[in-house]
Every structure is written in C-alpha cells, then in structure tokens.
C-alpha cells in the first residue's frame, strides 16, 4: 500500500464491496462487531471457570497470567498489523492476499460489516490458540489465553468506535487521532490500534513535527473523517 496518501481512500461511507463472487463465502466476510465481542468475552468467562475448577493455580497467578495474556495481544495486534496485514504486495498473489486481508478496509474504512473477525473464523482462532497455549504453557494457559481474548475484544471495540463514532475530547482522544494518521496519512506508521505501546518500542510512530501537522488536520476534519 502507497504511503503518505493523503486521504486516498475509495470511499469513507458505510459501503461494503463484495470480497468472494460465491454469495455464501462472501456473506462469511461479514459480520456486526458485537458478536465476536460477545463470543470472546464469554470464552474468557469459560476459561477463567475452567482454571478454577481444575487446576491449583492461586487467584494470583490467574491475574498475572489474564494481564499477560491481554499486554501479549498488544504485541500480536502490532506484529500482524504491520508484518502480514501491510505485506509488501510485491506480487500479484500477494497484492490479491494483502487486499483481501486488509487492503479492503483501508479502501472503505467505515465498512461496518467489515470492522471485526466474522464468527465463523473467530471459532477457528479460538480453538487454535487455546491448543497451542495449552500446548505451550500447560495448565497456565487457559488464563493466559483468557486475557488474550479480552485484549482481542476490546481491540475490536476500539476499532469499531474510532472509525464509526465521533472524536471523544478525553484521554481516548489519541486513539482516535493515531488511527486517523495510519488511515488517512501515512499507512506505515500507528500500526497499533487499542495501544500505541509498540509503535513507541519500535519506532513507528510519526515525527513529532508531522504528528503535530496531521493531528491539526484531523482534528479539523474530524467530522468529516470520524
């Protein structure tokens, strides 16, 4: 994708392209951002229940694990943002994968349909990750993964409100300020979208005097843009 593309987007309304010619496949690329939340939240309950019910680790180390699990989402949302959602389409298969991945969104940013993991890939994540923490860390994983979940749901509520709900004027205000920059600026900065923890790690976050520039700019056009 170009960077510095200055608002290049195909369309900033609710407008849902079609992704797959088989209307069934494509209807599995939508879905509304509630019900992965709600599926992941209450996997995060099950698997809570399950650490306490069957194994001896202490209300301690469930809490160390859950907080683990969610600052560790943090780095995955970062590393899969910027290393496979922003691959380099340097092919045409991966201009096709990129596109499809991701590309799409940047395309039409206010997708509603488009704004979370449909359920039915939701269902394959989960189970994926809870065989390989289990695999991993054992008895330690069920809460691990718990907090995992929780950071992957209210990544997608972050998501979901920074392109579909006004600009707040409190402390969230950055968020929406650093997604702006990514959407509709430059596409290879603020990879991070519920923290911009990893951005600060490994120095992907604009230059001070181009934050300052952008963040004018969208502040400005917030309605417009948010």
């Known amino acids: 994708m170009k960077t510095n593309k200055q608002h290049q987007f195909v369309s900033n309304e609710n407008v849902s392209v079609r992704l797959f010619n088989n209307k069934f496949l494509d209807s599995l690329t939508r ?12 996997y995060a309950i099950g698997l809570i229940w399950w650490t306490k019910t069957a194994t001896v680790l202490t209300n301690s180390q469930i809490v160390v694990l859950f907080f683990g699990g969610t600052l560790f989402f943090t780095l995955i949302e970062y590393i899969v943002h910027r290393y496979v959602y ?12 990129q596109w499809t991945m991701h590309g799409v969104h940047h395309d039409y940013p206010k997708d509603k349909q488009r704004l979370a993991m449909p359920p039915a890939l ?44 006004r600009m707040p004027s409190n402390s969230f205000k ?8 990514h959407h509709y600026s430059e596409d290879e900065v603020m990879f991070g979208v519920s923290s911009p923890l990893w951005d600060y ?17 969208v502040e400005a056009d917030a309605e417009k843009w948010l």
């Open 86 to 97: 922003h691959i380099a389409p340097t092919t045409e298969g991966r201009k096709k994968f």
């Open 31 to 42: 879905t509304h951002v509630a019900i992965p939340v709600t599926m992941f939240f209450l």
């Open 122 to 165: 939701s269902v394959v994540v989960g189970t994926v990750l809870l065989g390989f923490f289990r695999l991993i860390l054992g008895d330690f994983g069920f809460s691990f993964l718990a907090g995992f979940m929780v950071g992957y749901a209210l990544y997608l509520l972050v998501h979901y409100a920074v392109h579909i709900f």
């Open 201 to 217: 790690v490994f120095g992907t976050v604009p230059r001070k005097e181009k934050k300052r520039e952008v963040q004018v700019n």
């Open 174 to 181: 950055a968020l929406w300020v650093n997604h702006a920059i």
